[in-house]
């Protein structure tokens, strides 16, 4: 049992949809380019002291990667409605496996959208230093564990109709409420609810790109619940979903 | 995991399968449906079974509970003295269920390779590939075959693992005539290295063509088990429809070649082991029939005249 073997083809698979790839990796690439570039030379963004390049890369760098963690859920709603989870459900493969492809093949789109952004975010003359261009991938790559075991639990439980508006939503609702497009201040009811949420913590950690802390324990608590919670729902949606499509 | 995998055909008590008791009902849209109930069937190691019957029987449960898919409502299932999972984790099951594509993007070999990996000892693919005779679809991408190409991809799944118990449930249904007699050739090609087959079928001759045994299933229940002629004989070959009124059953079942006679208002319908002698012998005793059929055995048919009082009860 070779797990690199399969997850080479998993891989080779993801890549070769291209219809998937253009608009897991394109949509939030052109958002970016789109606002990106007639605010270029806007320096001081909002009266933060930032540039609107480096703000609209952080955020969307959110965006796209929270989006490319949930577009697991897509195919895996795909492929159980071809019946090929029941198909799999008559090998060895263990849920442990199949769940690490799952998350991997999903970080390597996040990693791709993150590369891309980042290179549009140097070419529109965002500069940062080494290690906060280190320490903002590291959070980021931490802060998607949740949404990666979210994606695989609506794979399970919703069909290729329904899951594209799922996300959709789902990404566009905690990408506002989690600061994406406008910074969560105050402290009323919704920044309250921000802090709850997964997307917050995404975008805190992408703010580390444009001077902010991380995370502090809030963050760390409130994402390992999360991550605990969708990947114990998860796994049970994947033990029950045996049945014939 | 441990002492799972060893690379034998044989099991702590000796046998392939035995469902034992095995019971699963559904809440379907018009009430409970007793899909299976309580069958008991056991299956020796090498032999080749064909599970008979009708849409509807029960087969594809009877299958997914004995591949783990379903948990039986009571009664067990045990492959090779053990769980249905731990065979299937020990990758000493193939399987090609009735529905189901392929996932898309990769050529059929690659498929077939990614499949394989997760087997502790697979079948070599281009082995696989020539055993299963699809050669020419084997750089093609999976959603570019046909109905027939990719049922004759998914047996090369099932058969690429190598495995000591290889399940298939209708496996030629979308098959072309072609890809039907391949299919039946690697099936010969692969029983003469000792596995076990089980396949569902409703088709009375491939049962006879190709299996040792056939279990024969109805509403739920195996009502027959034994050689496929034995099966053959008691759902008859043929059937002589004719229009003939007034004319006792019993006098009908008195004719050569005829099995069983019903009637059906002014119709005759006689199941027949030897339909030639039986319509010699109908013309000859009774030159009134008219409007005469003859027809193959309807497999739904015949399960229905078998089974049909106990079904309802």
Not at chain 2, 82 to 102: I, K, N, S
Request: aromatic share 6%; net charge neutral.
């Amino acid at each position: 049992m070779t797990f690199t073997t399969y997850m080479r083809y998993e891989a080779l698979r993801t890549l070769r949809n291209r219809r998937f790839m253009i608009l897991a990796l394109g949509f939030p690439l052109v958002i970016y380019f789109l606002i990106a570039t007639p605010n270029r030379n806007e320096q001081d963004i909002g009266g933060t002291g930032i540039s609107a390049p480096l703000y609209l890369m952080v955020g969307l760098v959110a965006f796209g990667t929270m989006n490319a963690m949930l577009g697991s859920g897509a195919r895996i709603a795909a492929e159980r409605t071809a019946g090929w989870n029941r198909q799999l459900r008559i090998t060895p493969l263990s849920p442990r496996t199949y769940f690490r492809t799952k998350v991997l093949t999903g970080y390597m789109l996040a990693a791709m959208t993150m590369a891309l952004l980042y290179a549009a975010g140097t070419a529109l003359g965002v500069r940062l230093s080494a290690s906060e261009w280190f320490q903002m991938t590291v959070l980021l790559l931490v802060g998607l564990i949740p949404f990666a075991a979210l994606g695989i639990l609506f794979g399970h439980l919703l069909t290729p109709d329904s899951i594209g508006p799922a996300i959709g939503g789902l990404t566009a609702a905690l990408s506002i409420l989690g600061g994406v497009w406008f910074p969560v201040t105050g402290h009323g009811i919704l920044h309250d609810v921000a802090l709850a949420l997964p997307s917050y913590w995404l975008v805190q950690a992408a703010h580390v790109g444009v001077g902010g802390s991380g995370w502090g324990a809030t963050g760390w608590i409130v994402l390992a619940a999360w991550t605990v919670g969708a990947a114990y729902l998860a796994r049970r949606a994947y033990a029950r979903d045996t049945k014939r499509a | 995991m441990d002492g799972m995998v060893a690379a034998t055909k044989t099991s702590p008590d000796g046998t392939g399968i035995t469902l034992a008791g095995l019971t699963k009902t559904f809440a379907g849209e018009h009430g409970v449906v007793e899909a299976v109930r309580s069958i008991d069937v056991s299956i020796a190691l090498g032999e080749t079974v064909a599970l008979l019957g009708p849409n509807g029987a029960g087969k594809s449960t009877t299958i997914d509970m004995l591949l783990g898919l379903q948990e039986p409502d009571d009664g067990a299932a045990r492959l090779f003295g053990g769980e249905p999972r731990a065979a299937v984790a020990a990758g000493r099951v193939g399987a090609m269920l009735q529905t189901g594509q392929l996932i898309r993007d990769l050529t059929v070999r690659e498929l077939i390779s990614m499949v394989a990996s997760l087997y502790p000892r697979p079948l070599a693919v281009d082995e696989t590939i020539a055993l299963t005779r699809i050669e020419e679809i084997a750089d093609r991408r999976t959603q570019k075959l046909s109905g027939g190409e990719t049922q004759r991809a998914r047996f090369a799944i099932a058969l690429v693992s190598n495995p000591d118990l290889l399940v298939l449930d209708e496996p030629t249904v979308a098959m072309d005539v072609e890809s039907r007699r391949a299919f039946w050739a690697t099936m010969r090609d692969f029983a003469a290295r000792g596995s076990t087959i089980l396949f569902a079928t409703h088709y009375l001759e491939e049962a006879d063509a190709y299996a040792d045994r056939a279990v024969l299933m109805a509403h739920g229940r195996v009502v027959a088990d034994g050689p496929p002629t034995e099966i053959k004989a008691m759902v008859g070959q043929r059937r002589i429809r004719a229009t003939l009124p007034g004319v006792p059953l019993e006098s009908l079942e008195s004719l050569e070649g005829v099995t069983r006679a019903e009637r059906r208002g002014e119709s005759i319908v006689l199941a027949c082991s030897d339909s030639d002698a039986a319509i010699r012998a109908l013309l000859a005793r009774f030159p009134g029939a008219r409007d005469i059929e003859i027809s193959g055995a309807d497999l739904e048919d015949a399960f229905i005249e078998l089974t049909g009082a106990e079904a309802d009860a």
